[in-house]
């Protein structure tokens, strides 16, 4: 941004409104970065551009970016909640945490129509109807869908709205197999529909005890009154109910609403998982978790606050329990118990359990979250593995290899003069180098610079170990020279009995020519191909390896050889003085009397007098 640019941005921000609100950054093209929202807009804009405020590289980046601000001013902390929430959803933006899977959670929608429906959905439309969810699975909705249709002989088919007969509310002759069966609600009066809609509205919201309560009162006034069908039909009703409220686990003692949350983290995968647990009379009647991706720098609370105003703009008042429990303190409470009190009508405390009963459900949630982040984890993982590179698919196109190369294993050497001649080997795993498998060589049985030989020698050594130890064999082996290398790997894999097991080729330097055995001209693979910037990282990581390697070997023969130049010092003193001291640099500025304390009094003259003549 040009200093002009930077200016009208600062005069911008010194005149936002001290009001409630949202504010959105956006970059010189229009696009949304952030959007957040404040007590006080301008106090919190402008502790973006502060020096003082601590800011890691993600929100720095972004900070870089802003071009533009836009705010919205809102009544409250909690319209700004909600208009924040809607506004993400909508932009979507790219500094905002965001979820990792975008589908939509089913739910079971009750509609607002005189004859209300039950279906399942994943759309959640503000018109009235009464959402109940998210489930964490559709196996899970499933199965309450089944419970009610037990229970009550209630239709819970998505039908859709054509479907449905005006003048009844309900799915016409044929179009719900549940009703062709005889199995559900059909054409049932008003009074006794409407009586039903209210009982599985209160199972859904988990007040099993009071629904058992009126079921038992209704069954005993129809036996009473010889309503015997009836009071059958009752019974059936309230066995169905008992046994989905027995399979609901007892958390707590007290019969309270409460609603628990938790967030765990995994640096790895760079992503977390907040959980809910929703306690309906003392009872849990459901669990929901959600990854967030998108976290780099923020604190826990900063990520439990996001999951947490994310699930609850989302849902309708009778989704609001007595108690919200947090497995951190957020950042900004007051917006949130603003907003459940609005839409409660009374106050929903939020607090951080410390001992108790209550200390155990936090910790319960978080154990989930760290289970759920950790198959999220072995996903990726498995993911990971299966996923084959480009470079790797394109690599087996150029060469005509019979499989694909993922694991490559590639061969350097490296000497001066024919001193100190040394090999490397490196391994590569779908196109990533593999550092833990990667092996060094010392050259045992060549005499002066025969790379060929020496090549011949590292290979043989290589697979005889991978044959008699059974270690896995590359896909690919590559040579670093042209056709005189290769022959000598390939006269070597075939001494070994080894040749045929896996590929091999040599990578000439001068033009990147690939040769192959048995083939008299080389291949040539385009320049900008993926496959060739393998090939080519391969042989140089295999230089670097050989390289340092041979470096440190050199070095360590050349400063021995400086020690052994002293008058009295053998191969045993000159490796006792460098596990000392650590270097001759170090062996030089040593005192008289540090050097007589480990070599003597005579012996430690001599080598002090031979650095300080």
Not at 81 to 88: A, P
Not at 224 to 240: I, M, N, P, V
Not at 489 to 514: M, N, S, T, W
Request: with cysteine; net charge positive; hydrophobic share 35%.
């Amino acid at each position: 941004m040009s200093n002009e640019g930077q200016v009208q941005l600062s005069e911008k921000v010194a005149n936002l409104p001290t009001s409630p609100g949202v504010y959105i950054y956006r970059d010189s093209s229009g696009t949304e970065l952030y959007v957040g929202k404040a007590k006080k807009l301008r106090n919190r804009v402008r502790s973006y551009f502060q020096d003082s405020r601590p800011q890691d590289g993600r929100i720095k980046t972004m900070v870089s970016k802003i071009d533009d601000i836009e705010v919205v001013v809102t009544d409250s902390e909690a319209e700004a909640l909600i208009l924040e929430n809607n506004l993400i959803k909508q932009y979507q933006p790219r500094y905002n945490i965001m979820y990792r899977d975008d589908k939509s959670y089913p739910y079971i929608c009750i509609t607002d129509d005189s004859k209300p429906r039950v279906f399942p959905t994943r759309t959640v439309v503000k018109d009235g109807s009464k959402y109940y969810g998210p489930y964490d699975s559709v196996g899970a909705m499933k199965r309450m869908l089944e419970t009610i249709r037990k229970a009550f002989g209630l239709c819970t088919c998505a039908v859709s709205q054509k479907n449905i007969d005006k003048t009844k509310g309900v799915p016409k002759w044929h179009s719900c197999f549940d009703d062709y069966l005889q199995n559900c609600s059909g054409d049932w009066d008003d009074e006794v529909y409407q009586a039903t809609i209210h009982k599985v509205d209160r199972m859904l919201n988990g007040q099993t005890d009071q629904l058992i309560r009126e079921l038992k009162d209704e069954m005993q006034i129809a036996s009473d009154a010889l309503e015997f069908e009836q009071a059958a039909q009752l019974r059936d009703s309230l066995e169905a109910v008992k046994r989905y409220s027995q399979k609901m686990k007892m958390v707590v003692s007290k019969k309270v609403d409460r609603d628990v949350f938790a967030i765990g983290k995994n640096e790895e995968i760079g992503e977390a998982c907040g959980v809910l647990f929703k306690i309906r009379e003392g009872k849990m009647i459901g669990k929901f978790h959600r990854f967030l991706k998108n976290i780099e720098g923020l604190t826990m609370g900063e990520m439990l606050q996001s999951f947490v105003e994310d699930y609850y703009t989302g849902q309708y008042t009778a989704a609001i329990p007595d108690e919200v429990y947090l497995s951190h303190e957020m950042q900004e409470v007051e917006p949130l118990e603003q907003y459940l009190h609005q839409e409660r009508g009374k106050i929903v405390p939020v607090h951080v359990p410390q001992i108790g009963e209550k200390k155990q459900l936090i910790k319960m949630a978080l154990a989930n979250a760290k289970l759920h982040l950790n198959e999220r984890a072995l996903e990726k993982e498995k993911a990971e593995r299966n996923r084959i590179p480009h470079a790797v698919k394109e690599l087996k196109e150029h060469l005509k290899l019979d499989r694909l190369p993922r694991r490559i294993e590639c061969f350097d050497n490296s000497n001066l003069q024919g001193t100190d001649p040394v090999a490397s080997m490196v391994c590569f795993v779908d196109a990533k180098p593999r550092k833990s498998e990667y092996k060094r060589f010392n050259i045992k049985t060549v005499e002066g610079p025969d790379d060929f030989a020496s090549m011949k020698e590292v290979l043989t050594r290589r697979y005889s170990r991978v044959q008699k130890e059974g270690q896995h064999i590359p896909d690919l082996i590559i040579v670093d020279g042209g056709k005189g290398q290769l022959s000598s790997a390939v006269e070597a894999l075939k001494e070994i009995d080894f040749y045929g097991e896996c590929e091999i080729i040599g990578l000439a330097k001068r033009l990147e020519e690939v040769f192959l055995p048995g083939m008299s001209d080389p291949i040539m693979i385009p320049k900008k191909s993926s496959a060739l910037k393998l090939l080519q990282q391969a042989r140089d990581e295999a230089h670097r390896f050989a390289i340092t390697f041979h470096r440190k070997k050199r070095s360590k023969r050349t400063v021995k050889t400086e020690l052994l130049d002293i008058d009295g010092v053998g191969e045993k003193t000159a490796q006792k003085l460098l596990m000392e001291f650590g270097s001759v640099k170090k062996i030089k500025k040593a005192k008289k009397e540090e050097l007589q304390f480990n070599l003597g009094k005579v012996l430690g003259e001599k080598v002090y007098n031979y650095f300080h003549k």
